[in-house]
C-alpha cells in the first residue's frame, strides 16, 4: 500500500507525536510498505528528503500561531499525492483541512490523539471544521478507550472508532544495566523518583517539586522544555537543590538505565494534553511502578491503579506524596506492581503490536 501521514512536525523534531509517526512509518516501510510523511518545513522553502526509507515532505512554513504551523504549500503538496490510505494525526488543523478539501486519497484514517486544550480561541473558530474532518474521514483511532469516552468531540462518532494504544520499541527497557544502575544510584542518592518529559505546562511538575518537600527520596528531573526556568526556580524557593536534579534531555541506553536505576516513577500531568504518558509505558518495562494522576484521559488506561501503580487526584501535592510515601513503604508492592508493568507493557505496548493492529485496520478498509 501507500500510506501518507500527515502532521505538523517530523523527526528531527522531538516530541511523543513526532516520535510515534516516525516510529510507526519506518515500522510500515520495513514490511514492504511506500510510506510517505508531510509535515512542514522551519523555513517558507519545501524540503524534500529519504529518512530511513521513509520519503518525506515537508511543506514551507509561512508562520505559527497558536503552537499551529501555518503552510500555504501542504494543500498543495497534497494534491499532487495519490495514496492508498492517509492517516491524519490531529490535532493539526491546517492538515486536517488540506485533507479535507484537497486530498485524493482512497481511504482516510485518523488517530485522534487529543483533544485542543490551551488554545481556546483557535478551538472555537475550529470546532464545525473539526466535526467535519471526524464526520469525513473513514475510521478513527483513538488511544484509549478513557479518552473516547471523555472527548466531547467524539460522543457522536463512537461507532467509527477503534482503541488501539500506542506502543514503543520496548528493547533498551528490557535490558539490564547493573553497572550504570549503580553508578546513578551513587551519583544521586537513594531512594530515586525518576520524572520523564518535556517540560511543558501540562506536565504538573510544579505538584511533585511541592509534593518532594516531604518526601525522603531524591528527584532527578530528566528532559527540558519552555518551563524549565520556572521549575528551577520553584525548586531553589522550595530549598530543594540538594534533593531535586534537573539533568536535560536523555536518551538511547542510558535513559534506560535511569529508569532502571530509579525506585518510583512518577507523572504528574495536570491537564488533558497529556493525552496517552508514553513515558509510563517506558517506566512500566522497566520494571518501576508508576504514580500519575487520574485526568480522564490513557494516563490511568495505561498505569491501572493497584496493579502497575497508583493513579492520583490531579494538581494535589498531597495525594502525590502520599501515593510515593505508600511505595516508598512497601518495597513488596514496588516489587510486585513493576512485574505487573511490565507484563503489562510488553502484552499491550509494544511498537510490533501497534503496527500490526493498524495495519489490519488499513486493510479492512482498503479492501472495503
Not at 490511568?300 to 496493579?307: A, P, T, Y
Request: proline share 5%.
Amino acid at each position: 500500500m501507500k500510506i501518507l501521514h500527515i502532521y505538523k512536525d517530523y523527526y528531527p523534531v522531538l516530541g511523543g507525536m513526532e516520535n510515534h509517526i516516525k516510529m510507526l512509518a519506518e515500522s510500515q516501510t520495513k514490511v514492504g510498505h511506500e510510506v510517505t510523511v508531510l509535515a512542514t518545513h522551519p523555513t517558507g522553502k519545501t524540503h524534500r528528503e529519504t529518512i530511513n526509507g521513509v520519503n518525506v515532505i515537508k511543506a514551507g512554513r509561512l508562520a505559527t500561531i497558536a503552537s499551529t504551523p501555518i503552510s500555504l504549500s501542504m494543500p498543495i503538496l497534497l494534491s499532487r499525492e495519490r495514496p492508498d490510505i492517509v492517516h491524519l494525526h490531529s490535532p493539526y488543523p491546517i492538515g486536517e483541512l488540506s485533507q479535507l478539501y484537497c486530498g485524493k486519497a482512497k481511504k482516510v484514517v485518523l488517530t485522534y490523539h487529543s483533544d485542543v486544550v490551551r488554545q481556546k480561541g483557535l478551538l472555537r473558530l475550529y470546532r464545525p471544521f473539526l466535526k467535519k474532518v471526524l464526520a469525513k474521514v473513514d475510521h478513527i483511532i483513538v488511544t484509549s478507550e478513557n479518552y473516547m469516552r471523555s472527548s466531547l468531540h467524539l460522543r457522536e462518532f463512537t461507532h467509527k472508532c477503534s482503541v488501539i494504544p500506542l506502543g514503543i520499541d520496548l528493547s533498551p527497557f528490557l535490558q539490564s544495566n547493573a553497572k550504570g544502575v549503580a553508578s546513578i544510584r551513587e551519583q544521586y542518592g537513594t531512594p530515586i523518583i525518576l520524572f520523564v518529559g518535556k517540560l511543558r505546562y501540562y506536565k504538573g511538575l510544579q505538584y511533585l517539586l511541592e509534593a518532594m518537600k516531604n518526601v525522603p527520596a531524591k528527584l532527578v528531573v530528566v528532559g527540558n522544555g519552555p518551563m524549565e526556568g520556572k521549575w528551577r526556580s520553584l525548586s531553589s524557593a522550595l530549598n530543594l537543590n540538594d534533593r531535586v536534579f534537573f539533568i536535560g534531555e536523555v536518551g538511547g541506553e542510558k535513559l534506560a538505565t535511569f529508569y532502571q536505576a530509579a525506585d518510583i516513577f512518577v507523572l504528574p500531568a495536570c491537564e488533558r494534553s497529556e493525552a496517552f504518558g508514553l513515558v509510563q509505558v517506558e517506566a512500566m518495562a522497566s520494571c518501576l511502578p508508576v504514580v500519575s494522576t487520574e485526568l480522564g484521559t490513557g494516563t490511568s488506561f495505561v498505569n491501572q491503579n493497584g496493579v502497575t501503580g497508583l493513579v492520583v487526584s490531579p494538581k494535589d501535592p498531597d495525594s502525590l506524596r502520599e501515593g510515593i510515601l505508600n511505595l516508598l513503604k512497601n518495597p513488596h508492592l514496588r516489587q510486585e506492581m513493576g512485574r505487573q508493568g511490565r507484563q503489562r507493557a510488553v502484552s499491550e505496548f509494544s511498537l510490533s503490536t501497534m503496527g500490526e493492529r493498524i495495519l489490519n485496520l488499513y486493510e479492512a478498509f482498503y479492501s472495503a
